[in-house]
């Protein structure tokens, strides 16, 4: 049996949570290898990850003058460079520098990576459930930019009509 597991059948674990100020904030237990369990202060970044609009997400956490920032970001493709693709560069470009005034940043990274990202102050308690809500509440209002950069992309393949006959708008 795990240590894990363990906990849900160890009164001393019970006990430890019980004695412990609701709501536990993230980063404010540890389980060592044993599986005892402890308060630890939040002084090291919580990293973890999340799916958004089809991407990936790297995320931490850590604490800021009293309350939490918290920091994302997501690959969102490769930029070509001019010479390879001239008007995909341009397209991209132009819907990135939209993204001026959204609370999102983009960054160019090695090898033509981009990123997309932004970053968030929330006060405390820091519970998974409301870094969570801040996070997707500051994604939700841009998610169109993301369906975009999709289909910029990974444009749908065109529709193509049999030989000897057309095509019929719906």
Known sequence: MNAASDQ??????????????????????????????SRRDRVEPIRFGFQFAGRTFEAEARPEDGKLMVEFTASIGLLPYSVENRP?????????????????????????????????LMDTPATA???????VTTL???????????????PPAPVQAEPGTALVAE
């Open 88 to 120: 995909l560069r341009a397209t991209l470009l132009r819907v990135l520098n939209g993204l001026r005034g959204t609370g999102l940043i983009w960054t160019l990274g090695e090898h033509q990576e981009l990123r997309v990202g932004g970053r968030t």
């Open 129 to 135: 459930t409301r870094i969570v809500a801040t996070v």
């Open 140 to 154: 939700l209002p841009v998610r169109a930019y993301f369906d975009l950069l999709d289909e910029i992309l990974d």
């Open 8 to 37: 849900l059948t160890n009164p001393a674990a019970f006990a430890f949570l019980v004695e412990q100020t609701s709501p536990l904030e993230v980063g404010s237990v540890t389980v060592t290898h044993d599986g005892t369990m």
